[in-house]
């Protein structure tokens, strides 16, 4: 039996899983993540945080991670306290209650695409309509006029906006966040999961959030943090935005396990955040030597590039597979997308894009 022989709800019959391929290779640079593990300290840490909790595992835990979000608050600052902070198991978490608390049937989300397909994944999963409306095909961005004008068609509900984008990297500059919330009718989600990696100069969306109770940043420790495996993300917002979401929260939806992990990394902020310039070092590199090449590159506030214009992508990608290098394909139209790894990852990519393009150009 397939599950398409169930009886699930139609509109997700057309709907495939999210998920980026897992292959066993020696370079991964495909799912952003950061190449940096923990330290051996963080480790230790971590271990007696976990071993601490578990002896209370018999209990719920904090079913509202009062602690995390003080913690939090303090990590991003600006003014913010705990009440202004929401966590849950990674940003993707975030997003659903995002939505089954401000979406659902009868209402529409409004997307920029190309964006983070699980916005409107995470909108159709929950019962709500999807509209998306497009950047500039050749730059990426999002004229301000243009983004208030479609609001202004479609009248929705949600406004996902993400900075830096992915895939693209692009970031979104304060004057388009600013006239998108005073356009939008609704709730208004700034995704903020790669701003740690932001070039010099590109400020947040946190700085807009005094006086704008419909303004929501979201963001993640599963990037700069290095920590994707412990699914943890969070938003900043209107305490009144928290105390909506307390309505679709699953009762204690954050484990004992997980709280204490996500305080140990906050404790070591200064060490997990000291790779965030490594990475960044080794984005500019490839945008510089990809440049170079001769690629199409686009300009990246992200640890990731996406680059092209290529007639057989997949070709590209797969020269890489067989060297040992995974990257990501068919985000965009003829590009590729390559996540920023370590010095010698980095190098192994390079090199291997060297001998792919050099192969098919012989040929």
């Keep these: 039996m397939s599950w398409r022989d169930l009886p699930i709800r139609d509109d997700l019959r057309g709907l495939t899983p999210y998920g980026a391929p897992q292959l066993d290779v020696p370079i991964l640079l495909n799912t952003n993540e950061n190449p940096y593990p923990p330290s051996a300290a963080l480790v230790a840490d971590l271990a007696e945080a976990v071993t601490h909790a578990a002896a209370g595992a018999n ?19 600006h003014g913010l306290l705990g009440a ?14 995002i939505l089954q608390c401000f979406g659902g049937a009868g209402r529409t989300a409004l997307g920029f695409e190309p964006s983070y397909s699980m916005h409107r994944l995470i909108a159709l999963a929950t019962g709500t309509g999807w509209v998306a409306e497009q950047r500039d095909p050749e730059t990426f961005e999002l004229d301000p006029a243009r983004a208030v004008a479609a609001i202004e068609r479609h009248r929705p509900d949600v406004v996902f906006l993400t900075s830096p984008n992915n895939p693209t990297g692009t970031a979104a500059p304060l004057e388009l966040i600013e006239a998108v919330v005073d356009a939008a009718p609704g709730m208004v989600v700034i995704d903020e999961a790669y701003a740690e990696f932001f070039r010099p ?3 947040s969306a946190l700085t807009l959030l005094p006086g704008r109770p419909r303004l929501l940043v979201t ?16 938003l900043a917002a209107d305490p009144a ?11 204690y939806h954050l484990s004992v ?7 140990t990394a906050l404790a070591h902020t200064a060490e997990l955040l000291g790779t965030v310039d490594a990475v960044k070092a080794q984005r500019d590199r490839i945008v510089a030597e990809l440049t170079g090449l001769g690629l199409s590159v ?16 997949h070709a590209v990608w797969q020269g890489l597979l067989e060297r040992g290098v995974l990257i ?7 590009k590729l997308r390559v996540t920023a790894g370590t010095e010698d990852e980095t190098t192994a990519f390079l090199d291997g894009l060297r001998d792919v393009l050099a192969k098919e150009s012989a040929q």
């Design 241 to 251: 935005v928290i105390d909506a979401l307390l309505l679709v929260r699953l009762p």
């Design 298 to 313: 686009v300009p990246s506030d992200a640890n990731f590039v996406s680059f092209g214009d290529f007639a057989d992508p």
């Design 219 to 234: 963001r993640t420790m599963s990037k700069a943090f290095a920590m994707a495996g412990a699914r943890i993300g969070y």
């Design 201 to 203: 100069g590109t400020p």
């Design 59 to 77: 209990r719920y835990p904090d079913r509202d991670a009062d602690e995390l979000r003080k913690d939090l608050a303090q990590y991003l600052g």
């Design 257 to 263: 396990f997980t709280q204490a992990v996500a305080r």
């Design 84 to 97: 202004n902070l929401w966590a849950a198991n990674g940003s993707n978490e975030i997003i659903q209650q």
């Design 328 to 334: 990501r394909e068919g985000l965009l139209p003829h």
